[in-house]
């Protein structure tokens, strides 16, 4: 007999969305008693994360839903939106307020905090409903969705193709929500967020005894997405040693794990997605012509939004109210966020090196600069970088400095890996004197040292590689090296 599903407050099923650092899943809730969350691959649903005890705490189906901290190292908080006050609670389960043993009460829409782990709760089918927010009004992007719609229901692989920031993710969840496996899970990978050694044990997992600390084996993030679809982005970035094992897994469907000597069978499907030219990659040698042709079953070209101005007013309205309920939960005008036809003609003449990530940044910080008012052409604090022929409503951007001589003990330091970029504050963002309205252009210039420190501090987490601290900070690596250059700072090289 099939077990009962558990009901929302609203009539529908429930889920969890498990969030860690580098996969996203979902596991569907029974129907009665408790579930353990923890890391221990024999709790109830395992969350996959460091930060995680092995048991952290425990889901008490009810009703009422209800969370309790089993003694976790991290701790465990949860993020109640649906209160009696139409506001936001961060609520620290077993500490202070409830007593410690008591249990948080939950509803659809809160977020459990485990450790570093993000556990949403809702209502089974979230993701579908989700699709109602994607926005294809270009003759181009519909006929890349129609084609998505038709390939979604076979098995075959999908390599999506598009700059960074086009929306290759979101046509990703399109084609899971439109497939057979759309009440499996969809976990996503992002190839450039782990190291070789790390992103081996995270895919195909280890056994126990596998290397030093492997005290018992673990299942890796594949086999966990049984039955659904694994989306790897920014599959380019995938090490040599990697992509031969990651053939065999796709023209077997079987998962060695580390260490292991059986290997396992595996049901999942592949959607692939990167910003390079895999062919040209191919030809240089740094990816390999058979797993090229094991990924491109079927290749969808997502063009940039440069070329697709027509959704760009819907887009950044999308944006712009989400971000208001964000912002100002229960407040009626956070349903209509108004953008005046000044703001929306700067936004239709930017080219958006950035794409959707890019335009959904500014309209988040349009949001918040505007504070409730229509938002106008300052609140957008546009860069005219992309677009020189577009005027600009900021001071002159700092010239590039002289460059020092190569022997220069300055630029040899600049030069070594891992060094530290000098910093310094462009003159047009010191604070104005005292009494004086700073205005908007010396707003912007602030915003512009807060990038230019963003960038300094991306690039000195990733060791100067300006691949990964572009996808760090969210842009093109195109758009990092012309802000690298605007703001005269030191190029990394290789050593």
């Known amino acids: 007999m099939a077990e009962p599903e558990i009901l929302s407050r609203d009539g529908g099923s429930l889920e969890l969305l498990i969030i860690?650092?580098?996969?996203?899943?979902?596991?569907?809730?029974?129907?009665?008693?408790s579930v353990v969350?923890?890391?221990?691959?024999?709790?109830?649903?395992?969350?996959?994360?460091?930060?995680?005890?092995?048991?952290?705490?425990?889901?008490?189906?009810?009703?009422?839903?209800?969370?309790?901290?089993?003694?976790?190292?991290?701790?465990?908080?949860?993020?109640?939106?649906?209160c009696s006050?139409?506001?936001?609670?961060?609520?620290?389960?077993?500490?202070?307020?409830?007593?410690?043993?008591?249990?948080?009460?939950?509803?659809?829409?809160?977020?459990?905090?485990?450790?570093?782990?993000?556990?949403?709760?809702?209502?089974?089918?979230?993701?579908?409903?989700?699709?109602?927010?994607?926005?294809?009004?270009?003759?181009?992007?519909?006929?890349?969705?129609?084609?998505?719609?038709?390939?979604?229901?076979?098995?075959?692989?999908?390599?999506?193709?598009?700059?960074t920031g086009a929306g290759k993710e979101v046509l990703a969840e399109s084609i899971h929500r439109a497939s057979p496996r759309a009440s499996r899970p969809l976990l996503r990978l992002s190839c450039v967020a782990l190291s070789e050694s790390l992103l081996e044990s995270e895919l195909f997992g280890h056994e126990r005894g596998a290397f030093?600390?492997?005290?018992?084996?673990?299942?890796?993030?594949?086999?966990?997405?049984?039955?659904?679809?694994v989306f790897l982005d920014e599959i380019g970035e995938l090490p040599p040693s990697i992509q031969a094992k990651l053939l065999r897994v796709i023209e077997e469907r079987k998962v060695m794990r580390v260490g292991g000597l059986t290997p396992i069978k595996i049901d999942v499907r592949f959607v692939s997605a990167t910003h390079?030219?895999?062919?040209?990659?191919?030809?240089?040698?740094?990816?390999?012509?058979?797993?090229?042709?094991?990924?491109?079953?079927?290749?969808?070209?997502?063009p940039p939004l440069r070329e697709r101005p027509g959704e760009v007013a819907a887009l950044a309205q999308l944006f712009a109210e989400r971000t208001a309920k964000e912002?100002?939960?229960?407040?009626?005008?956070?349903?209509?966020?108004?953008?005046?036809?000044?703001?929306?003609?700067?936004?239709?003449?930017?080219?958006?090196?950035?794409?959707?990530?890019e335009l959904r940044n500014v309209i988040e910080r349009a949001v918040i600069l505007a504070n409730g008012a229509p938002i106008g052409p300052e609140h957008l604090l546009l860069s005219s970088l992309a677009d020189p022929t577009r005027p600009s409503h900021a001071m002159p951007l700092p010239a590039?400095?002289?460059?020092?001589?190569?022997?220069?003990?300055?630029t040899a330091s600049a030069s070594a890996p891992g060094s530290t970029i000098a910093r310094s504050v462009p003159d047009g963002a010191k604070s104005a004197p005292d009494g004086v309205d700073p205005g908007p252009t010396r707003l912007r210039d602030a915003m512009e040292a807060h990038e230019r420190e963003r960038i300094v501090q991306a690039l000195e987490q990733c060791m100067g590689n300006q691949t990964?601290?572009?996808?760090?900070?969210?842009?093109?690596?195109?758009?990092?090296?012309?802000?690298?250059?605007?703001?005269?700072?030191?190029?990394?090289r290789k050593a």
């Open 20 to 33: 860690t650092q580098s996969s996203m899943s979902t596991r569907q809730l029974p129907g009665s008693g």
């Open 327 to 357: 912002l100002f939960p229960g407040e009626a005008s956070a349903a209509s966020v108004p953008i005046s036809p000044a703001a929306l003609a700067e936004l239709q003449r930017h080219s958006w090196p950035g794409n959707i990530r």
């Open 37 to 82: 969350l923890g890391r221990d691959e024999d709790a109830g649903i395992c969350v996959p994360d460091s930060s995680v005890s092995r048991r952290h705490a425990v889901l008490h189906l009810g009703p009422p839903l209800r969370i309790e901290d089993l003694g976790s190292s991290n701790g465990t908080r949860v993020r109640a939106r649906h």
């Open 85 to 163: 006050a139409a506001t936001e609670r961060l609520i620290d389960v077993g500490k202070g307020t409830p007593a410690r043993g008591a249990a948080v009460e939950l509803s659809p829409g809160d977020v459990i905090y485990l450790g570093a782990a993000r556990v949403v709760l809702r209502q089974k089918g979230g993701e579908r409903d989700a699709g109602k927010d994607v926005i294809v009004k270009d003759d181009a992007m519909r006929a890349v969705y129609e084609l998505a719609q038709r390939v979604a229901n076979g098995p075959i692989n999908i390599l999506l193709l598009g700059e």
């Open 468 to 492: 990964r601290a572009a996808a760090l900070l969210g842009i093109s690596r195109r758009t990092l090296v012309e802000r690298i250059r605007v703001y005269g700072l030191p190029r990394p």
């Open 276 to 302: 390079r030219d895999l062919e040209a990659e191919v030809s240089r040698g740094a990816f390999r012509q058979d797993l090229y042709f094991r990924l491109n079953g079927v290749t969808l070209s997502i």
């Open 400 to 410: 590039r400095p002289p460059q020092a001589p190569p022997n220069a003990s300055a």
């Open 212 to 229: 030093t600390g492997a005290v018992r084996a673990k299942p890796g993030l594949l086999e966990t997405a049984e039955g659904g679809t």
